[in-house]
């Protein structure tokens, strides 16, 4: 086995961010990938590298030697890899990462027209946490994220980010519910509820909901960690209910209510790499899913609705 870039960029990972986890996330790879290749590198160098515990990954006098020794190597071969792509632009290949969201249509859709030549992929994360390392590492072009109150992105180095909209989150319940009856339900009326959310779901919009529900004088009892196939039998039935996208699709057997106020709501972020394809188009690109976005909503009953009450946020 030979010493390459890619083992490098591991090694600072985990020492940048103190975790095995932690630098999987960052470099969009699982954890086992990144501990397996760690044992590769510390055989290759014949010692440990990092300590690791409960605490996290440090360094080892071995490591702290070798990560003094490669640190300033790096900046240059990532210039290297960002001045061959600019070189090669005009044969753009474009890789995309989108959150869990309506977005991820509509910018396939938006590229496609802007571009029709391009080799484009796209793949949704169940997480978006790692989508900023993707993009600060160059292992995508373009991103769709979502960003919520009090947790708000600040572009990495090499990237920018751009808001396309801000959205209101609804409520989602049995047809037969009570408050299924009013137009917008406040979020206080439900805090007797038993609640279903995703079975992964990151920080963010996990810290968002339940600082909202504190605000209205409760602690949510989230009873399911589901997919949303069963979450959505479990609330036509009664069960529960749950948090739903305002631009989402219509859900049969479920009735989907704002809630006063919209005191949930998530933004949609684009983010690209400056040095990548997508920068020249960048502006066009906002504009049509900006377009393509409010086209939609507008779309949809439930949505609809509100915005002809309400301004957009």
Known sequence: MELEVRHLRVLRAIADTGSISKAAATMGMSQPAVAAQLRRIERMFGGRLFDRGHDGARPTPLGDWLLARSRPLLPAFDELERSARRYARDSAQIRVACALTRLAGMLARSLHRLLPGADITLRTEESTEVIPGLLASARIELGSLDEYPGHELTAPPGTTYVRVATEPIFVGLAPGHPLAACEEVDLADL??????????????????????????????????????????????????????????????????????????????????????????????????????????????????????????L
Not at 195 to 215: K, L, S, T
Not at 237 to 261: M, N, Y
Not at 276 to 285: F, K, Q, S, T, Y
Not at 286 to 297: D, F, L, P, Q, R
């Open 191 to 312: 805090s007797e509820e038993d609640w279903a959310q995703p079975c992964v779901i990151d920080a963010a919009p996990r810290e968002h909901f339940w600082r909202v529900c504190a605000e209205h004088g409760f602690t949510p009892r989230v009873a399911y960690g589901v997919t949303v196939d069963v979450a959505l039998e479990l609330i036509s039935e009664g069960r529960c209910v749950g948090l739903f996208q305002a631009s989402g699709p219509v859900r049969e057997g479920i009735a989907i209510r704002p809630l006063k106020g919209s005191p949930l709501r998530f933004g949609h972020v684009l983010g690209w790499t400056d040095q990548g394809p997508i920068a020249p188009h960048a502006h066009d690109l906002v504009e049509a899913v900006t377009k393509t976005y409010w086209a939609e909503a507008r779309r949809n009953p439930d949505y609809h609705a509100w915005l002809q009450r309400h301004e957009p």
